[in-house]
């Protein structure tokens, strides 16, 4: 069975073609990145316009790539939510005119879900029960997998999530957008331990906080100016980047333990930061726990992981309606 997967969430049009949930016949993504370089940012409006220009040409291209037609796709899976509610509209308008004029079942996919989904492709079926610590641009959550599509939130972010707070902590010592993927380079070529940035400590075990290690990190460029000195880019970045990873590791491996699973799954964009990889790879083989991370390319947003999470939905009889609309923050639990 052949699944085509669209992803407009954000600011990445991307279209995927998979056969029988696990092999990636063709996995396109459209960047936006230099388009919204200038502003720092995401703008929703700008995000929603370069989607409505670039789905009919992905989808083509993706089916071209799959050596495939339309008459050879089995269903049409796509992003409901959450994200931007226009950049989701577009999606979800040409999954909708996809699945119509073909006949076929369309599917809707939590864009959260799909990040966990993202381990299923290309390798053997991943077992349940197990830990999946999902972080992104735009979350932060870990999540207890009992059994197939039943979600138990241990814990997620009170604040900024970990993509935003690299993207803002990169522009602010200069950057540029997106900022995760600059920071995670120069951050190797420094001292993680040469400053010591604070490490947030929430009411609740498991959820995440990083505006105050955020504010620390300016207070102390700015104290260091003002003393007319300039700190090294580079310390700075790893220093950071420790604070940030070292709880995030440190939580996911106490909750894998908590709650007696023997796995833990990664998904999100952040998930492709060098470091996050291998400090999390070190404590799970201390702790004797299995980690299964994506590669790069299937950890920030792409529709192979949306046509994967839709394969399994609909081999379970699951369909969704034309009436589906986009919701913005539409939770996983």
Do not use: W
Request: hydrophobic share 45%; aromatic share 6%.
């Amino acid at each position: 069975m052949r699944v085509l997967g669209i992803e407009t969430s954000c600011d990445e049009t991307a279209v995927a073609v998979v056969e029988d949930g696990r092999r990636i016949r063709s996995n396109l993504l459209s960047s936006q990145a230099h388009l919204h370089e200038r502003f720092g940012g995401v703008v929703p409006e700008e995000a929603a316009r370069a989607h409505l220009e670039a789905i009919n040409p992905m989808i083509e291209l993706a089916l071209r790539e799959a050596d495939t037609t339309f008459a050879g796709v089995d269903a049409v899976a796509v992003t409901v939510g959450p994200g931007l509610v226009g950049a989701l509209l577009v999606g979800i308008a040409a999954a909708k005119a996809m699945a119509l004029a073909l006949g076929v079942p369309l599917i809707g996919v939590n864009h959260l879900e799909g990040h966990i989904y993202a381990n299923f492709l290309e390798r053997d079926p991943v077992e349940e029960p197990f830990v999946s610590f999902i972080v992104s641009g735009g979350h932060t959550m870990l999540v207890h997998v009992p059994q197939p599509y039943s979600y138990e939130l241990l814990g997620q972010t009170l604040d900024d999530a970990a993509g935003e707070a690299f993207d803002k902590v990169a522009r602010f010592i200069g950057l540029g957008f997106p900022g995760g993927p600059a920071l995670d380079r120069l951050a190797q070529s420094g001292n993680a331990h040469a400053i010591r940035f604070p490490r947030a400590v929430t009411e609740h075990v498991y959820d995440f906080s990083l505006s105050g290690l955020k504010t620390a990190v300016v207070r102390y460029v700015r104290a260091a100016r003002d003393k007319g000195h300039e700190p090294l880019a580079e310390d700075l970045a790893a220093s950071f980047q420790e604070a940030v990873v070292e709880v995030q590791v440190d939580k996911t491996i106490s909750a894998a333990q908590d709650k007696g699973v023997r796995t833990i799954v990664l998904g999100g964009g952040v998930v492709a930061n060098t470091r996050l990889r291998a400090l999390m790879g070190e404590q799970a083989k201390e702790h004797g726990l299995d980690l299964l991370i994506p590669p790069p390319e299937l950890c920030t947003d792409n529709a192979a992981m949306i046509a994967c999470a839709g394969y399994h939905r609909l081999a379970r009889g699951e369909r969704t309606g034309f009436e589906v609309g986009a919701d913005p923050s539409l939770p996983l639990v």
